[in-house]
């Protein structure tokens, strides 16, 4: 059975992801790892549970969700995947994250792309790969249909949907993607989004400020 685990980490509450399952074989989503009592955490949850990480994954490359990337590949030696239109994204990193304070961090270049329809398999899960352009122009969402599961970044949020005022951000877009790849999942998928808390696609459609349906 799927399993996916929460770290929240870095000074904007970022959201990190282990998904494993009874294999023990997994994979980190978007780690934003930073500080090493934040590092420690994963790596101490990836060793009492004897997790055998196959990837490491990024939803899209801001630099929350980034942070951690050069930990994660460094330490478990595993491949960076990204969608191909976030490689701009992630190198842009680099030259920002001193203006927030992230002296320490070191860029870890992707090792592979991944693209709508993809699929990610490890252990017995298969993750489905979404495009979902909006919030940033490569961002993918991770979609586990046997457990109606959704890794969805900073698309859409509990209550609210990912700014769209950054560079390659596009709000006509973003909304485009909510409606056609997740509002068109079913309503009991769980959504665990790149912020806050989990959320499901039956209650977001019904009653987000920015993009519920108009049910009359
Ligand atoms: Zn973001
Ligand atoms: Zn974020």
Redesign the pocket.
């Known amino acids: 059975m799927i399993q996916l685990q929460t770290f929240t980490f870095n000074p904007?509450s970022?959201n990190t992801y282990l998904v494993y399952d009874e294999t023990g074989e997994g994979v980190v989503i978007d780690p934003g790892c930073y500080e090493k009592a934040e590092k420690e955490t994963l790596q101490q949850f990836i060793e009492f549970n004897n997790i055998k990480l196959k990837y490491l994954l990024n939803t899209?490359c801001?630099i929350?969700?980034v942070l951690g990337n050069d930990f994660i590949k460094t330490k478990y030696h595993v491949p960076l995947l990204i969608h191909k239109n976030d490689e701009p994204v992630l190198s842009s990193v680099k030259a920002y994250a001193p203006s927030y304070g992230f002296n320490q961090y070191h860029e870890t270049l992707p090792d592979g792309y991944l693209a709508e329809n993809d699929t990610v398999s490890f252990g017995n899960i298969i993750l489905e790969v979404l495009f979902l352009p909006g919030h940033s122009p490569g961002h993918i969402g991770f979609y586990h249909k046997e457990s109606g599961s959704l890794v969805s970044?900073?698309v859409l949020f509990e209550q609210s949907i990912?700014r769209t005022d950054l560079p390659g951000g596009d709000f006509n877009t973003l909304i485009k993607s909510i409606h056609q790849k997740i509002f068109t999942l079913p309503d009991n998928v769980i959504v665990y989004p790149?912020?806050g808390n989990t959320t499901s696609v039956g209650e977001e459609k019904i009653s987000n400020p920015y993009c519920a349906l108009n049910i009359s």
Do not use: A, P, S, V
């Open positions: 904007f970022e899209h801001h929350d969700h970044g900073d990912g790149g912020h």
